[in-house]
């Protein structure tokens, strides 16, 4: 399937349409820097073990990162495109008192885009399935942020929850926290992490009855049961766009 180009303001807008924040600013150089990683994974390691395999000695320094990283007025904002010109974008919402991050898929022919994840203190989500999070970060598509699979995989990983990994999960995150993050024992952390799953924890995965796919999570907008879940249309328009 061929799919059009995507130019680098289409990738990296200063306005998502729908979405009320800014000023938005591409800051792909950010992930070069194996201590904005840690930062940026922290709401993935739920328990003890997890955090101090994610941080080690390196938890003073992390701190320090992230806090400056909070403390800019512009909003930094990552993008991994996906096919027939949809994008996801990861934006880092650096307003006092209400920071978070935000994971968006959008699409040119929308009229909005559409929220699927929120980590901050008031988690929504998640957004992805494995299958998802996996083809996003391994489309080879051009453009975006980053056309690493690693970094793509760790920057949407936040989003994902699903309680049915594959068996070479463990050995894919492992892979790429070596990559990028420098921690002493990857393997280890890509487990801790995979059985935490961040502030939801794991979530099952089903096929609704018009054929797309939808979560159970509690927090999750994908979970038609949620009063706060998209519609209907939104549901299938998402998991089309998100489809392995």
């Known amino acids: 399937m061929m799919c059009s180009v995507m130019n680098s303001a289409d990738l990296h807008p200063a306005r998502i349409p729908g979405y009320d924040g800014g000023p938005l600013t591409h800051q792909a150089g950010l992930l070069d820097e194996p201590l904005f990683w840690l930062g940026h994974l922290y709401s993935c390691a739920q328990s003890e073990e997890a955090e101090e395999l994610l941080f080690g000695a390196d938890h003073d320094a992390a701190g320090d990162f992230q806090r400056r990283l909070w403390e800019r007025a512009e909003w930094p904002a990552f993008t991994v495109p996906l096919a027939a010109d949809h994008r996801l974008h990861v934006i880092y919402r650096t307003?006092?008192?209400?920071?978070?991050?935000?994971?968006?898929?959008?699409?040119?022919?929308?009229?909005?885009?559409?929220?699927?994840a929120r980590d901050d203190g008031h988690f929504m989500g998640p957004g992805l399935s494995w299958p998802e999070l996996v083809t996003a970060a391994d489309n080879a598509l051009p453009g975006g942020s980053t056309n690493d699979p690693h970094a793509r995989l760790?920057?949407?990983?936040?989003?994902?929850?699903?309680?049915?990994?594959?068996?070479?999960?463990?050995?894919?995150?492992?892979?790429?926290?070596?990559?990028r993050t420098g921690v002493e024992e990857p393997e280890s952390l890509a487990s801790a992490l995979l059985e935490d799953q961040g502030a939801p924890g794991p979530t099952r995965w089903t096929t609704s009855g018009r054929g797309f796919s939808v979560n159970d999570g509690e927090?999750?907008?994908?979970?038609?049961?949620?009063?706060?879940?998209?519609?209907?249309?939104?549901?299938?328009?998402?998991?089309t766009a998100l489809a392995p």
Do not use: I, K, M
């Not at 760790?154 to 070479?168: I, K, Q, R, S, Y």
């Not at 927090?219 to 998991?239: E, G, H, I, K």
């Open 219 to 239: 927090y999750s907008f994908r979970n038609p049961a949620n009063r706060f879940a998209l519609s209907a249309d939104r549901l299938a328009r998402v998991a």
């Open 154 to 179: 760790l920057l949407l990983l936040p989003a994902f929850g699903d309680d049915e990994v594959p068996d070479d999960a463990v050995g894919r995150l492992t892979v790429a926290l070596q990559a």
């Open 95 to 116: 307003v006092a008192d209400d920071t978070g991050t935000d994971y968006l898929l959008h699409h040119p022919d929308w009229d909005q885009a559409e929220l699927l």
